[in-house]
Structure formats: structure tokens, C-alpha cells
């Protein structure tokens, strides 16, 4: 970055450089979750008071419904406006997870994934945190309060990645922080309702299907799921229906890591992996190109048969 951002924080350069930019868009990972929605979510109010022209940008094709009570949801586009000299991302470990291409604007990574690529002018990475929220929460909390709004979108997302606080990553920070999150307003009962009681007849069908299709290898250690496009189709529901069922193979008592498989429309697999104790999966989602945390990761591949990508998979845990 320039010079005169040296000597400052790397919170106050990017109010620094928020307040040198015109066109901001807040850009969130395909096949978003609450994590990457709530913190650009949370952004968008504080951006738009001090009068910048602000865009809210998610590039896939579909976005899970569960989050339309979050504010601002309805005003998320599917694509870079004309006009950009600030790109914030959030949540996302590496520039082609946002789904789009280069430009000439500055970017500004806030993120929690150790696996992080460092793409941005300014990088904001905190492994020790919970969920990108609460990196969200600090840099805003250093330009004013936050509000109810912003707490509703900040407690989406560290309630989403501690799986409702009963995850490796649920430390005494991430309580501190939804004590915080509970005094501006926010009701965690009703967020846990909008997010987990919601389901379609057609993703409950899917999750049938799922079970049918768990195998346990490994003296029952490692459960494979799949769901094919097939499987889709057939119980009418959508890719992000599907986003629960690798903790139904993780939760399983034996298991220790954790395999989905979902099949893409060109026949290629988008790979989930947990863990439950021991093995570090971001690790091996790493040797596929993908990342993520050391319980929670995954992958895309053009690999089409899938048993050969299962079999690379436990070849590289057991290694």
C-alpha cells in the first residue's frame, strides 16, 4: 500500500482507504453461507451513511432463502456493477472462489481461513477467530457503535460456523462476542429459527435420499455421501438444500473424517470434509486446490470418477 498507510493498524487502513474510494462493492464467496452474507451484510449500512455508492455482490446462481431475514438481503446482485475502485471480500480464502475477474480496483481481504492466499492490497486474516464476523465486528466497532442491524448480521454468521456453538472453533471469545451481539438487540432464538426451522419438503426428501447413500469405510472411521444431480431432480431440490448433510456423516459415532461428494452439471465433484478430533482436513483439501479450517474444509475437482477422488482422499489421511 502507499506510504502514508504505514505506521497505522491494519483496522485504520481500511477506513483509511474506504474513505479515499467512491464505488465500493462488498463481495461474498460463491455458494455463500452466513459467515461471508453477514459480514458484507453487516458493511453495508456503515458504507452507505458516510455516502458511498455501495454494491452488495454474490456471483452464484443461488442464494439459500434462510437468509432473507437478514437486512439489506434483497439488495445482493449477481454481478460486479460498472463501477468499482474498492472490492471488499469476506470469508473467502482465495480471489477465484468470488467468481469473477480482476479489475482495476483495490481489494481489501477479510478473512479466518489459514489457508488464505493473501490476494488482497490490504489482508485482514485472524485464524483465531470464530467465524469472518467478528473480524467484521473489530474493524467496524473501531468507526462507531454497532447496531442492531449490524449485530443481527455479525450473530448469523459466528452462530453458522460454531454450528451453533457446539464446534471445535466455540471458545470463550466466541461466547464474549455473543454476549456483546445479545445486549444490541439481537435474539438468538429467533435467528436460530429463521436459519434451522425453515426447511423444505424437497430438502428434507434429500436428506433420504442422502442417508441411503452413506457407506463407513475404515472400521466405520470414514463415512462417504453423495448426491447426484440425479438425486436432485428427483426430490426437486436445490444444490444449496444440501449444505447440512456432511455433518449427518460426521455426527455418526465412529467416524472421524467425514466425506461429501456433490455432483456438479458437468459431471465434475464439489468435495466437503470434517473432521471430528484429529485430522486436519484443510490440510487435504489444500492438496486438491481447495481449504478451509482444520475441521471444516473442502474442495472442487474435474475429476468425474468418484471413486478415485475417495481413494485419493483417504490415501492422503491416512498418510
Not at 483509511?16 to 455458494?31: A, G, P, Q, V, W
Amino acid at each position: 500500500m502507499k506510504k502514508q498507510y504505514e505506521g497505522i493498524s491494519l483496522h485504520e487502513q481500511v477506513w483509511k482507504l474506504i474513505d479515499e474510494s467512491h464505488y465500493i462493492t462488498l463481495i461474498t464467496h460463491i455458494n455463500p453461507d452466513g459467515d461471508t452474507l453477514g459480514s458484507a451484510l453487516s458493511f453495508y449500512p456503515s458504507l452507505k451513511q458516510m455516502g458511498k455508492n455501495v454494491s452488495l455482490v454474490n456471483t452464484s446462481s443461488e442464494i439459500a432463502d434462510k437468509y432473507d431475514f437478514l437486512p439489506n438481503f434483497k439488495k445482493i446482485k449477481n454481478a460486479l456493477p460498472a463501477k468499482c475502485d474498492l472490492l471488499i471480500s469476506f470469508d473467502c480464502g482465495s480471489f477465484d472462489r468470488l467468481g469473477i475477474e480482476k479489475g482495476d480496483f483495490k481489494i481489501i481481504n477479510i478473512d479466518h481461513h489459514k489457508s488464505n492466499t493473501m490476494y488482497g492490497d490490504i489482508n485482514i486474516i485472524d485464524v483465531s477467530c470464530a467465524s469472518c464476523t467478528l473480524i467484521a465486528y473489530e474493524v467496524l466497532e473501531l468507526n462507531h457503535a454497532i447496531t442492531k442491524d449490524e449485530a443481527v448480521c455479525i450473530y448469523t454468521g459466528l452462530a453458522e460456523d460454531t454450528g451453533f456453538f457446539i464446534h471445535s472453533n466455540t471458545d470463550e471469545l466466541a461466547f464474549k462476542y455473543a454476549a456483546k451481539l445479545i445486549s444490541k438487540g439481537v435474539n438468538p432464538a429467533e435467528i436460530s429459527q429463521n436459519l434451522k426451522m425453515r426447511n423444505s419438503l424437497a430438502k428434507t426428501r434429500l436428506t433420504a435420499v442422502f442417508i441411503n447413500s452413506i457407506a463407513l469405510l475404515n472400521d466405520a472411521t470414514i463415512a462417504v455421501g453423495t448426491i447426484t444431480q440425479e438425486d436432485l431432480k428427483k426430490t426437486g431440490a436445490l444444490k444449496h438444500d444440501s449444505e447440512h448433510l456432511v455433518d449427518i456423516l460426521r455426527n455418526l459415532a465412529t467416524v472421524e473424517l467425514a466425506i461429501f461428494a456433490m455432483e456438479e452439471k458437468d459431471g465434475t465433484f464439489k468435495v466437503s470434509l470434517r473432521s471430528k478430533n484429529h485430522l486436519d482436513v484443510s490440510s487435504i483439501a489444500q492438496s486438491f486446490g481447495g481449504g478451509g479450517h482444520k475441521r471444516a474444509a473442502g474442495f472442487e475437482t474435474p475429476q468425474t470418477n468418484l471413486e478415485t477422488i475417495i481413494k485419493k482422499i483417504i490415501e492422503k489421511a491416512k498418510a
